[in-house]
């Protein structure tokens, strides 16, 4: 509803911030809890809540039999207040509430478990890890307040380029790309997030399509106006994603865990985003974020259902022969694969190449290249797990528990967005309207 009404305004009338309270006023200095919603805050708000809906709805069947159901949902809840808080905030101090919100709701989920020693451990890992990065943002955003006497993003974005100099920028804009690249687990804080797997697979659906490790990559967005000012910090950005992106995409060539295959994958697709912020292309690098939302979460949740079919069973070689057992989570988990592989006609089509056309123009060949190759390894490993999980002979001699009703409705829905979702951008050269990148404009363009 209010995305509609968003839509209705004329581009010009489409930043839209509500300022609830001061919340700390000290003499020149003052930090309102502000609300923004812009496109790009408008996109992700959709997204983040459309998607983590479906992982709610989804979770009531396959955490029906946990003893800790509610703790469970106060914690998926939580998460996403957070998350929404972060990408709808007016300054760099709420955005620091709703980042280090996500980091704490994660350690509580990743490590849910928490009798289990690995699932504690991996908890405490991811909570670390982001913090290390975190810290850096934190000294980013004094930084900003130093030279800016604010923290207001409109203020900050707007006077940028007359008072940063190129220095000043890219000191601001790394030590904000350090938080980002810890909270989207790029190289070389990217090992808290295949260990992150100890938690129940809709919260690893939830992680890696919807929340926490989207924020990195809203991040550099938000403050792309920035990050504009200094070649060295996008060209970090650039080396970091594309090296990010070719690594992980390696590891998870020869994964067996079918989890860890699509962690290794979630890495790798942000590496791709944040090659794309890096050579100029913001608007492909939020495309990409939603149609991977869309297919990593299908990804995921039917993982969940194939787990739970052979009673927590995660080794793709001991699966094998499973479509005939649960139809239903194979199509829709084919459909998942083939958007992320970026088969033509599938969400992951469209975005990707948006990336790889601005990485040929921009990035040179030989970067073009490597993310070319990079993009084709995507298509192997989300096979392997199809061929190996559902085709081929029988590896396991267990009862196999179908997935009830309400986890196979949110299963579909995602398999249908996952199919239609690219076709917002399609781009003007396919005689498209890219919808998305117009939509977002205003927000790069100022």
Not at 53 to 66: E, P, Q
Not at 240 to 250: C, D, K, Q, R
Not at 270 to 275: A, K, P, R, S, V
Not at 366 to 383: E, H
């Amino acid at each position: 509803f209010i995305f509609n009404t968003f839509l209705a305004l004329p581009v010009e009338q489409r930043r839209i911030e509500v300022n609830l309270y001061n919340w700390i006023p000290s003499g020149d200095f003052s930090a309102p809890l502000t609300l923004l919603l812009d496109p790009l805050s408008m996109v992700m708000v959709t997204m983040v809540s459309g998607v983590s809906f479906l992982i709610h709805v989804y979770s009531t069947g396959y955490m029906r039999k946990d003893e800790s159901f509610a703790r469970y949902f106060f914690y998926l809840n939580l998460f996403v207040f957070f998350m929404l808080l972060l990408v709808l905030a007016g300054n760099f101090l709420v955005l620091y509430i709703g980042w280090e919100g996500v980091g704490l709701c994660s350690y509580l989920l990743i490590s849910f478990w928490y009798e289990r020693e690995s699932a504690a451990r991996a908890g405490l890992k991811a909570f670390v890890v982001t913090r290390f990065g975190d810290f850096f943002f934190l000294l980013g955003i004094f930084l900003i307040f130093v030279n800016f006497g604010t923290i207001h993003f409109g203020s900050v974005f707007e006077k940028a380029p007359e008072v940063l100099s190129t220095t000043t920028a890219t000191w601001i804009a790394l030590l904000i790309f350090a938080g980002a690249i810890g909270k989207s687990a790029q190289v070389p804080l990217h090992t808290w997030l295949p260990d992150a797997m100890e938690a129940p697979t809709p919260v690893s659906a939830l992680i890696h399509a919807a929340t926490m490790v989207t924020a990195g990559v809203y991040l550099v967005a938000r403050c792309y106006t920035i990050f504009e000012l200094s070649p060295i910090a996008t060209y970090t950005v650039e080396i970091v994603g594309l090296a990010t992106a070719f690594i992980s995409a390696t590891v998870a060539l020869v994964h067996n865990d079918i989890k860890r295959i699509l962690a290794y994958s979630t890495v790798s697709q942000l590496g791709h985003m944040f090659l794309g912020l890096g050579v100029g292309a913001p608007g492909a690098a939020i495309f990409h974020l939603l149609t991977h939302a869309f297919a990593k979460a299908l990804l995921f949740l039917g993982a969940g259902a194939v787990i739970q079919a052979l009673h927590e069973e995660m080794d793709i070689k001991r699966m094998g022969a499973l479509k005939q057992y649960i139809p239903a989570t194979f199509w829709t988990f084919a459909i998942g694969a083939l958007a992320m592989s970026g088969i033509p006609g599938f969400a992951g089509f469209f975005s990707k190449d948006a990336i790889l056309h601005a990485t040929f123009v921009h990035g040179g060949v030989l970067v073009w290249l490597m993310i070319l190759l990079t993009a084709s390894f995507t298509g192997f490993y989300t096979f392997r797990i199809v061929f190996l999980a559902f085709f081929g002979e029988k590896r396991w001699d267990v009862h196999v528990e179908r997935p009830i009703g309400v986890m196979t409705v949110p299963l579909a829905a995602l398999a249908f967005l996952a199919i239609v979702g690219g076709y917002m951008g399609v781009p003007h050269a396919l005689g498209g309207m890219d919808k998305i990148g117009g939509f977002l404009a205003p927000v790069f363009s100022s």
